[in-house]
C-alpha cells in the first residue's frame, strides 16, 4: 500500500431523511443532489423540504400547500 493511500480518510457523509408532522419528507445532509427520473440534477443543497402532501404547486419540492389544505400525516 502506498504512502499516499495510507494517509487518506474516507470522509463519512451523513444523510438524514425525517418527516415533518402534517408536512413535508425533510431531506438534510452535505452535497445532496435532488435528481429527477432521467439523472439530471432538478437542485443542489443541503436541506430539501419535499412535498408528502401531493398538492404542492412546485413539486417536487414542498410550497407550504399541507398547510392551506389540512394534511395530516
Known amino acids: 500500500m502506498s504512502e499516499q493511500q495510507n494517509n487518506k480518510t474516507e470522509e463519512k457523509v451523513i444523510t438524514k431523511l425525517f418527516p415533518r408532522p402534517n408536512g413535508p419528507l ?11 427520473e432521467n439523472g439530471k440534477v432538478i437542485k443542489s443543497a443541503e436541506r430539501f423540504s419535499i412535498c408528502r402532501c401531493g398538492h404542492s404547486a412546485s413539486q417536487p419540492m414542498c410550497d407550504g400547500s399541507h398547510n392551506r389544505i389540512g394534511f395530516t400525516g
Do not use: F, P
Open 26 to 36: 425533510v431531506v438534510t445532509g452535505e452535497k445532496l443532489d435532488l435528481i429527477d
